[in-house]
């Protein structure tokens, strides 16, 4: 019974990670947040999601919104702002949904000082990237697992309570 309890309070709350549960600013290192905050005095971040090795946050600044990824030592490896999905080639939704079945597209980005546009979606447990150029290439595509799953599946793991 303790275990059918523990694998439905797991799906729910993995269910709620799909739902948009944001990444914990708390699980970010310190350097990430010190040169997000040193590069963007003025910004609003709504959403932190990362895998130990590479972080990302999507923010609000004055009226643009746009996003920022940064290496766990706190170098910006990229940045960029929101786009239209009209400004995007046409090809872009097969593109998506060859390299990622199960997800949507929730957020376009223009990649600063680069022609490669940034399709930023999400299913229930991660979180999908697919870099393109402006031309339609698909030039890499990226998965991050949702953080609060693995800490969920750890703590199941490690019979902890719910």
């Known amino acids: ?24 600013e708390n699980n970010v290192p310190a350097p990430v947040l010190k040169a997000f905050a040193s590069l963007h005095k003025n910004a609003e971040p709504y959403e932190w999601f990362g895998d130990g090795k590479t972080y990302f946050v999507c923010f609000e600044e004055g009226q643009q919104e746009g996003y920022a990824k940064f290496s766990s030592d706190g170098k910006l490896l990229e940045q960029g702002l929101m786009i239209s999905e009209d400004d995007t080639p046409e090809n872009t939704m097969m593109l998506f949904e060859d390299a990622f079945e199960s997800g949507t597209i929730t957020t376009v980005y223009k990649v600063t000082k680069t022609d490669k546009i940034l399709l930023m979606g999400s299913d229930y447990t991660n979180r999908f990237l697919l870099y393109i150029t402006k031309d339609g290439e698909k030039v890499k595509q990226e998965t991050f697992p949702g953080p609060e799953e693995a800490e ?10 719910f």
């Open 152 to 161: 969920l599946e750890q703590e199941f793991n490690d019979g902890g309570d």
């Open 1 to 24: 019974m303790k275990s059918i309890l523990k694998q439905t309070i797991l799906t729910l709350a993995l269910v709620l990670v799909g739902l948009g549960a944001a990444f914990a």
